[in-house]
């Protein structure tokens, strides 16, 4: 039976001719969604929504003077509702046909009652979260209206992705950058699946971030139902904490858990929300949850025993070199008071570059395969390694034969690999400002300054000499990312991927104050570019954002440039196009194998950004590179520089 027309709010929903005789139509009221049928001359309103699976009674259509539920083919009258022959039916509402269109008359909407999915999602607020990244749909849409209304409410803000695998890697490149977990939101199945390759990206370089992935209803779990899998199993490798959302939990202190574990262990959350807990409603009174009085300070003074075999070394040291990794990142003003009274080399991991300027007179650039010549002479120079926060990767090059003092805020970060000298647990500023306190007499340590300026000078020579070479088969990386030294602020934040164009701005690119991004332990392809999205979120109303990468990076997420340009990103992405995937060839010839299927098919990528909507340049000659630059980091939105590159020239 129709609504009665007492007290309806009147909707608009069809021209007067807008449907023909013997059609349907789904129209959206307010936010209810209906089928409109035109049937024997008049027009009728009912429920869009079929009682058995839900199919949408406006894709059917009117058959036989039946209207057919496209789903299972049930029939309904198109004009009451009824099923003939059967109780059922679906409900109709009253319509008028006025002069200007055809009308629906609904009951006011009632206010928004608030629901589980609220709790959580102002718990996550009130921890500071303020940014998701990911994709709507049907098993997370309670949630997604939840960090919706957050949105509307200024408190986050939410990056639709064209893939869930976008997703992760810019809630890591975010946490890389800031120390502070974002968000991904993901469906059931396959989006929670997407995820993965990014959260593990996340979690072996120690970068605090929060997977939110919706699932079927509980009660059809287990049999396999549409986009069912099991989820928790799924996660449990990746995930420090993996709960599921259910109707019973204590839901704001679930959240607080999640991002608890988050951010003190720097590790992968994950929250499981079964579809139909998410709309549940709050209990009455239910509050949200916040970091008050759950996280202490993380200012770990060392061990005074620890400290006093650290500094017995450092005094003793005619040659100490400081080694720092990402993990020193938010800590290198007391790092390099340190160093300076030390008169010690700074040395940094790859993940580590740009910590310390290139052109302080205690910098030499960076350890091992992605380096330079200078670091590693200081490192076979050395007799005494100082070390924070790094994590002795194999491709870092720190040598065991060395005595060590190590800092780390993990204990299981200390000697990792192999037995250090002096394994020291505590914040790595504490621990520096109590190492520059013990040794405030100074040391026997030999001034390096002359010798490291003199390795620099050979260094730099050797790079003008390269930026020369020219085979005529593109521009060389030398010249590439001597331009992008140049052209980029003091303070950019610049997203590498991986490959030779990773390797070479290692070499190459001189660091001044700005932040840089990778892929580390993980090395996955196709990380710049979303892990820049991540950092535009996160800084791009301070900073200028950068990402590097080759073509086959880019082509791992290329879709997202249209995100990019959606939200206005202002990031310009140096894409180095030499038609190969240059490392693994190399890696094929240092191999003695044939070079084999490493050749690439491509656009022109300048013009592929232009039709996304963002600005596209295309350099074929070194002497195009700086003007290009300067004229896509001028511009107020996502650019894309596409440098034609020697794949040998690297």
């Given at each position: 039976?129709?609504?009665?027309?007492?007290?309806?709010?009147?909707?608009?929903?069809?021209?007067r001719?807008?449907?023909?005789?013997?059609?349907v139509?789904?129209?959206?009221?307010?936010?209810?969604?209906?089928?409109?049928?035109?049937?024997?001359?008049?027009?009728?309103?009912l429920?869009?929504?079929?009682?058995?699976?839900g199919?949408?009674?406006?894709?059917?259509s009117?058959?036989k003077?039946?209207?057919?539920?496209p789903?299972?083919?049930w029939?309904?009258?198109?004009?009451?509702?009824?099923?003939?022959?059967?109780?059922?039916?679906?409900?109709?509402?009253q319509?008028?046909?006025?002069?200007?269109?055809?009308?629906?008359?609904?009951?006011a909407?009632?206010?928004?009652?608030?629901?589980?999915?609220?709790?959580?999602?102002?718990?996550?607020?009130?921890?500071?979260l303020?940014?998701?990244?990911?994709m709507?749909?049907?098993?997370?849409?309670?949630?997604?209206?939840?960090?919706?209304?957050?949105e509307?409410?200024?408190?986050?803000?939410?990056?639709?992705?064209?893939?869930?695998?976008?997703?992760?890697?810019?809630?890591?490149?975010?946490?890389?950058?800031?120390?502070?977990?974002?968000?991904?939101?993901?469906?059931?199945?396959?989006?929670?699946?997407?995820l993965?390759?990014?959260?593990?990206?996340?979690?072996?370089?120690?970068?605090?971030?929060?997977?939110?992935?919706g699932?079927?209803?509980?009660?059809?779990?287990?049999p396999?139902?549409f986009?069912?899998?099991?989820?928790?199993?799924?996660?449990?490798?990746v995930?420090?904490?993996?709960?599921?959302?259910?109707?019973?939990?204590?839901?704001?202190?679930?959240a607080?858990?999640?991002?608890?574990?988050?951010?003190?262990?720097?590790?992968?959350?994950?929250?499981?929300?079964?579809?139909?807990?998410?709309?549940?409603?709050?209990?009455?009174?239910?509050?949200?949850?916040?970091?008050?009085?759950?996280?202490?300070?993380?200012?770990?003074?060392?061990?005074?025993?620890?400290?006093?075999?650290?500094?017995?070394?450092?005094?003793?040291?005619?040659r100490?070199?400081?080694?720092?990794?990402?993990?020193?990142?938010?800590?290198?003003?007391e790092?390099?008071?340190?160093?300076?009274?030390?008169?010690?080399?700074?040395?940094?991991?790859?993940?580590?570059?740009?910590?310390?300027?290139?052109?302080?007179?205690?910098a030499?650039?960076?350890?091992?395969?992605?380096?330079?010549?200078?670091?590693?002479y200081f490192?076979?120079?050395a007799?005494?390694?100082?070390?924070?926060?790094?994590s002795?990767?194999?491709?870092t090059?720190?040598?065991?034969?060395?005595?060590?003092?190590?800092?780390?805020?993990?204990?299981?970060?200390?000697?990792?690999?192999?037995?250090?000298?002096?394994?020291?647990?505590?914040?790595?500023?504490?621990?520096?400002?109590?190492?520059?306190?013990?040794l405030?007499?100074?040391?026997?340590?030999?001034?390096?300054?002359?010798?490291?300026?003199?390795?620099?000078a050979?260094?730099?020579?050797?790079?003008?000499?390269?930026?020369e070479?020219d085979?005529?088969?593109?521009?060389?990386?030398?010249?590439?990312?001597?331009?992008?030294?140049?052209?980029?602020?003091?303070?950019?934040?610049?997203a590498?991927?991986?490959?030779?164009?990773?390797?070479?701005?290692?070499?190459?690119?001189?660091?001044?104050?700005?932040?840089?991004l990778?892929?580390?332990?993980?090395?996955s392809?196709?990380?710049?570019?979303?892990?820049?999205?991540?950092?535009w979120?996160?800084?791009?109303?301070?900073?200028q954002i950068?990402?590097?990468?080759?073509?086959?990076?880019?082509?791992?997420?290329?879709?997202?440039?249209?995100?990019?340009v959606?939200?206005?990103?202002?990031?310009?992405?140096?894409?180095?196009h030499?038609?190969?995937?240059?490392?693994?060839?190399?890696?094929?010839?240092?191999?003695?194998w044939?070079?084999?299927?490493t050749?690439?098919?491509?656009?022109?990528?300048s013009r592929y950004?232009?039709?996304c909507?963002?600005?596209?340049?295309?350099?074929?000659?070194?002497?195009?590179?700086?003007?290009?630059?300067?004229?896509?980091?001028?511009h107020?939105?996502?650019?894309?520089?596409?440098?034609?590159?020697?794949?040998e020239?690297i």
């Amino acid at each position: 039976m129709a609504k009665e027309r007492t007290q309806l709010v009147w909707h608009k929903v069809l021209e007067r001719d807008e449907l023909p005789e013997g059609r349907v139509k789904t129209v959206v009221a307010g936010h209810k969604s209906l089928c409109l049928t035109h049937f024997e001359g008049r027009h009728a309103a009912l429920d869009n929504r079929c009682p058995h699976q839900g199919g949408p009674l406006g894709e059917g259509s009117i058959e036989k003077g039946l209207l057919r539920c496209p789903w299972h083919g049930w029939d309904y009258h198109p004009c009451t509702g009824k099923a003939p022959g059967f109780d059922d039916g679906v409900e109709t509402f009253q319509i008028e046909e006025r002069g200007d269109g055809v009308y629906v008359g609904l009951p006011a909407e009632s206010e928004h009652r608030r629901t589980v999915s609220d709790v959580i999602a102002e718990t996550f607020t009130n921890w500071g979260l303020d940014a998701v990244f990911g994709m709507v749909g049907h098993s997370n849409l309670g949630l997604a209206d939840a960090l919706r209304l957050q949105e509307e409410a200024g408190k986050l803000r939410f990056f639709g992705i064209r893939h869930e695998g976008a997703a992760a890697f810019a809630c890591s490149g975010y946490a890389k950058l800031t120390g502070r977990p974002a968000a991904c939101l993901s469906i059931a199945g396959p989006g929670a699946t997407n995820l993965l390759t990014g959260l593990w990206d996340a979690k072996v370089d120690r970068a605090p971030v929060l997977a939110l992935t919706g699932q079927v209803d509980t009660q059809v779990l287990g049999p396999g139902a549409f986009q069912e899998i099991d989820v928790a199993s799924a996660f449990s490798a990746v995930a420090a904490f993996s709960q599921s959302v259910l109707q019973d939990s204590k839901h704001a202190e679930l959240a607080t858990l999640a991002l608890k574990k988050a951010v003190i262990e720097r590790d992968v959350a994950h929250l499981i929300f079964p579809d139909e807990v998410q709309t549940l409603p709050a209990k009455d009174g239910a509050e949200a949850s916040g970091p008050a009085g759950r996280v202490a300070a993380e200012q770990i003074a060392p061990a005074p025993e620890a400290l006093e075999a650290a500094t017995k070394l450092l005094r003793k040291a005619k040659r100490p070199v400081v080694v720092v990794g990402h993990g020193a990142r938010f800590h290198m003003d007391e790092v390099t008071a340190l160093a300076e009274k030390l008169q010690a080399p700074v040395l940094t991991t790859f993940k580590g570059k740009g910590v310390i300027p290139d052109a302080h007179p205690l910098a030499c650039g960076v350890l091992g395969r992605s380096g330079t010549s200078i670091a590693s002479y200081f490192m076979n120079e050395a007799d005494v390694l100082l070390v924070f926060g790094a994590s002795f990767s194999n491709h870092t090059g720190i040598t065991p034969k060395i005595p060590t003092i190590q800092v780390d805020f993990d204990r299981m970060a200390l000697g990792k690999f192999h037995p250090v000298e002096v394994p020291v647990w505590g914040e790595i500023s504490v621990t520096a400002k109590a190492l520059l306190a013990e040794l405030a007499a100074g040391t026997g340590s030999i001034d390096p300054r002359a010798e490291i300026a003199e390795r620099w000078a050979i260094w730099r020579q050797e790079k003008a000499r390269r930026r020369e070479d020219d085979r005529g088969k593109g521009v060389n990386s030398a010249a590439i990312f001597a331009a992008l030294t140049d052209a980029v602020d003091e303070d950019a934040v610049i997203a590498v991927d991986v490959g030779n164009n990773t390797y070479s701005f290692g070499r190459y690119f001189e660091c001044k104050r700005q932040s840089v991004l990778m892929s580390g332990y993980l090395g996955s392809i196709g990380f710049s570019f979303p892990a820049a999205m991540g950092a535009w979120a996160a800084e791009g109303d301070r900073r200028q954002i950068v990402s590097v990468s080759g073509d086959g990076g880019f082509g791992q997420y290329m879709g997202e440039l249209t995100t990019a340009v959606k939200y206005g990103m202002n990031l310009t992405h140096v894409l180095l196009h030499n038609g190969e995937l240059g490392k693994i060839s190399k890696e094929q010839r240092a191999g003695e194998w044939d070079v084999w299927q490493t050749s690439l098919h491509n656009p022109d990528f300048s013009r592929y950004a232009e039709n996304c909507g963002a600005l596209g340049i295309r350099v074929t000659r070194k002497e195009e590179l700086e003007p290009a630059l300067v004229k896509a980091l001028a511009h107020p939105g996502p650019a894309l520089v596409e440098v034609l590159s020697d794949a040998e020239l690297i």
